[in-house]
Every structure is written in C-alpha cells, then in structure tokens.
C-alpha cells in the first residue's frame, strides 16, 4: 500500500517560534495533499489542501498567514505554523490521496510552551 | 467544515460483546470510510463504502451505509480488548457535475470504544 510519512512525530516548541512539519508520500506522487488539526478529545478538522505547484487552500477560519503551506514537488508538502502559541497545540496530520484513497501520516503533535 | 455526527459518542462493553456505532451525514457523498484511532496517534484506515452499496464486510467488521437517511453504521463482532480506540467516519463529497474531492474528507466526532478483557 501507499505510504505517507510524516515528521516530527512531536515537537514542542517555544512561545513565538516556527515550527516546520514535512508530509512526504514515500511511493508514490500527489499533487493534492491535505493538512488536517485535531484538539484533544476532538475529531479531525481539515486546514487546508495542499497543491503542488500553487497556493494552498485554506478552510475557512484557518488563518493562511499563519499556517504556510508549500507543496514545492510531487512528493512533499509542509506545513509551517509560524509564530506558535499555545493555543496552537494540537495534533497535525497529513493525507495524500492514491487510486481515491487517502493515506495518512502518522501525525505530528506539537506542543508549544 | 464538520458535518459528521456519530452516536455513540462513547461506547464500554466487555469482550466477546458485539460494538455498533452510528454515523450520520449532510451532504451528498461519494463514499464514506471508518477510521480508526489509538490514543494519541494516526489513523488506520478500515473500510471504505461506496455511495451505490448497502453493505461491506471486511473480517470481523460490517459497515452499512443508506443514503436515504444520509446514515451509516459500523458493527464490530465479537470485540476484543485491542478494538478499544477511537472510530471515526469520514465522508468524501461529491461534487456537482459529477467531479470528486478525493481525499478531501470531511469526519464525524467520533466513538470511543473501551473493550473490557
């Protein structure tokens, strides 16, 4: 099967800093990756879908200038959440989609104090 | 945005029991999926059903789905201690003109099942 990696798998950070998060699809290639959030004790919620060779596109609420998103090839895209604060801890996980299925990371949990 | 409900919204039962849990949607479809999610960490993917089938099984699972009512479900047989975990379903819209959104899924806010050994 398809394989998506995604890393950290956790990261805490400081107040005020950037935090970088890679999606890379292992075997395959996707021009369309998606970029979803999930609070403890919560469901997943989609950011933003990420577009190889152009801007993402962000749900709404979802701040662009804030969580940047670039899918520069066939088989990476990341998501930067710039200057973190706390109430942006929060688990982050990444798909890509092969044959009408998604493939997800692992998740990346991030943890700012 | 979320449109998924799912009922229960916690679900404990002892191992052997069988475990049903119920998901509800609004909008047109081109499949809807279960997930499956350990404390903590990423998504296992179950089974996937499409818009035009009623029913699919896979192992020790069956996941019905009725279009009409905009509702699944997702029955777990004979539980065990390992099923306890988050499930998820998550639907795939359909959009107009025919066109689709894969991967673009849209999750309901889950079950969490605790399997007592």
């Known amino acids: 099967g398809a394989v998506v990696s995604q890393h950290p798998s956790w990261v805490i950070c400081k107040s005020g800093t950037s935090v970088k998060i890679e999606c890379r699809s292992l075997?395959?290639?996707?021009?369309?990756m998606f970029w979803y959030r999930q609070f403890p004790k919560q469901s997943l919620m989609l950011m933003a879908t990420s577009n190889e060779g152009s801007k993402a596109t962000y749900e709404q609420g979802v701040e662009k200038d804030k969580f940047l998103i670039n899918h520069a090839s066939l088989t990476l895209s990341t998501l930067t959440v710039t200057s973190a604060h706390p109430e942006d801890s929060s688990f982050y996980i990444c798909?890509?989609?092969?044959?009408?299925?998604?493939?997800f990371g692992q998740g990346t949990r991030l943890t700012v104090v | 945005s979320q449109q998924g409900e799912e009922d229960p919204q916690a679900l404990s039962i002892q191992e052997g029991e069988n475990a049903t849990m119920n998901c509800s949607y609004k909008t047109s479809i081109n499949n809807l999926q279960w997930y499956r999610q350990n404390s903590g960490r990423g998504l296992v993917h179950l089974i996937l059903i499409r818009s035009n089938e009623r029913e699919k099984h896979s192992g020790r699972l069956r996941v019905t789905l009725d279009t009409s009512k905009k509702s699944s479900s997702l029955l777990i047989t004979a539980s065990r201690a390992a099923d306890t975990a988050s499930y998820f379903c998550?639907?795939?819209?359909?959009?107009?003109?025919?066109?689709?959104?894969?991967?673009?899924?849209?999750f309901g806010q889950g079950t969490i099942l605790t399997v007592h050994p």
């Open positions: 075997d395959f290639q996707a021009t369309t």
């Open positions: 798909s890509a989609s092969l044959g009408g299925l998604a493939f």
């Open positions: 998550a639907t795939e819209p359909r959009i107009s003109a025919g066109g689709t959104s894969y991967g673009k899924l849209t």
